[in-house]
């Protein structure tokens, strides 16, 4: 048994499973903010039973994803020690200001919130929902910085045979890990709203609380509209620095073999990746690739045959993850657009309710497919040009790693069949009687 390769697949396990519910934790925070303040404003009762009925969705989903994001560090000491070792100094210290500050600020708020309602004027409430939502979003930005600085390594010297931190702003400042951060936040609240818009427009199917659901429908749908396109313009700006710090992930992302100007993007491929070439390809449109990478039509665009193999992540998994991720990405500014313009009329179009219904889970498949992107694109390093995946696992036995594997996905399955039953009965249920 492959003990890299097991560490990896259950490290993937427990990180996939996780995101599952973090990024509606950041999305739902900010959606029952805005509602939470047009109740403080405005005294109307649906504000506040929306706002009630979204926060139990909230706290449930967040109750999931502090369990699975604390044993999720632990395996940095248990799988992954040779890597801990190595370059600790910078990510350890990262993920301790995430804990001891961000963490601890927003479970903090969040029993305020849970326990403040007749002990707090509807204002200052609102107020601490916000601060929720600011300490989730700055607990993401920690996160995302230790993952950047492993996409593009900056402010460190080695020293003493490891990686030591030299200058921590370039770190926290690093340009890959602020657009990640940018967009996998906007990707977030993406998330929340179509939670938010698919459970209301259930609910408008069924001309349940119309005149609250039509309100909440709306509010989400302006969130949603809004993170859409700065999610389709960050994901651009993203994509052009990939191309510069990250050829090898570039060019398999769009299994592009050739080194060449005025490279053309494949709308669908097949790689076949022992022969250096595409199997089926689909859509070609030359230079289009040159022009997403660089924003020059001439550009360019180096291919995976000038990249030694042993440099080269897995063609077929990073080209497809990039595939799904741009095409619902897409997909979301389109949709919100068109009921941003029917949304005085939601209840005239009932093809567009059941099609938002059944959209909920699609940009948890897109940050999903991004995550995916994220990681595999950077193969075979663990940080990027600096320390192979290989060399930074634990000194531990193959049936070890396999009998943790099985417990992860048995104890999280479990896990999360009882949060989701849970969501999904509140969901239907609706909120409490005025």
Do not use: C
Not at 87 to 105: H, K, N, P, Q, R
Not at 129 to 154: D, E, F, K, R
Not at 179 to 184: A, I, P, R, S
Not at 320 to 347: D, E, N, Q, S
Request: positive net charge; aromatic residues 14%; proline residues 4%.
């Amino acid at each position: 048994m492959d003990v890299v390769f097991l560490s990896r697949l259950q490290f993937a396990a427990a990180t996939m499973f996780h995101f599952l519910f973090v990024p509606l934790t950041l999305g739902l925070s900010l959606i029952l903010a805005f509602m939470e303040t047009r109740y403080a404003w405005t005294k109307d009762e649906d504000y506040l039973r929306m706002t009630k009925f979204f926060g139990k969705l909230f706290l449930i989903n967040f109750a999931v994803g502090i369990v699975t994001g604390i044993t999720l560090e632990f395996q940095f000491g248990t799988n992954w020690s040779r890597y801990s070792q190595y370059v600790g100094d910078i990510f350890g210290s990262l993920l301790a200001i995430e804990a001891t500050t961000s963490f601890f600020l927003e479970s903090t708020f969040l029993g305020i919130w849970i326990f403040g309602w007749k002990k707090l004027s509807a204002k200052a409430h609102a107020v601490v929902m916000w601060l929720v939502a600011l300490a989730g979003s700055l607990s993401a930005i920690w996160i995302l910085s230790a993952n950047g600085w492993m996409q593009h390594p900056v402010g460190y010297e080695i020293r003493n045979g490891r990686a030591e931190l030299t200058d921590f702003f370039a770190v926290l400042f690093n340009k890959f890990a602020l657009l990640e951060m940018f967009h996998t936040l906007v990707a977030s609240y993406i998330f929340g709203a179509f939670v938010v818009m698919g459970i209301s427009a259930y609910h408008l199917l069924r001309k349940n609380e119309v005149r609250l659901f039509t309100k909440s429908f709306r509010m989400a749908l302006n969130v949603g509209l809004v993170a859409s396109v700065l999610a389709f313009i960050s994901g651009d700006l993203h994509g052009i620095h990939v191309a510069e710090v990250q050829p090898a992930k570039l060019a398999a992302m769009e299994a592009h073999w050739e080194t060449q100007a005025k490279a053309p993007i494949l709308m669908f491929a097949i790689p076949d990746e022992e022969n250096e070439r595409n199997i089926i390809e689909i859509g070609r449109i030359p230079g289009l690739l040159s022009f997403l990478a660089t924003h020059d039509v001439n550009a360019v665009v180096t291919g995976l045959k000038d990249i030694p193999k042993d440099e080269r992540p897995p063609v077929l998994i990073t080209s497809l993850a990039f595939k799904a991720m741009v095409g619902l990405g897409t997909f979301f500014p389109l949709i919100t657009l068109v009921l941003w313009i029917r949304r005085k009329k939601l209840l005239e179009t009932p093809l567009l309710l059941k099609l938002m219904v059944y959209a909920i889970p699609l940009p948890v498949v897109a940050l999903e497919a991004g995550w995916v992107l994220a990681e595999v694109g950077r193969q075979p390093w663990i940080v990027y040009g600096l320390m192979r995946t290989s060399d930074a696992a634990s000194p531990v036995t193959g049936p070890q790693v396999l009998i943790t594997l099985v417990g992860f996905i048995v104890v999280y399955g479990l896990l999360g069949a009882v949060g989701y039953f849970l969501m999904f009965r509140h969901a239907r249920k609706g909120p409490a009687p005025a």
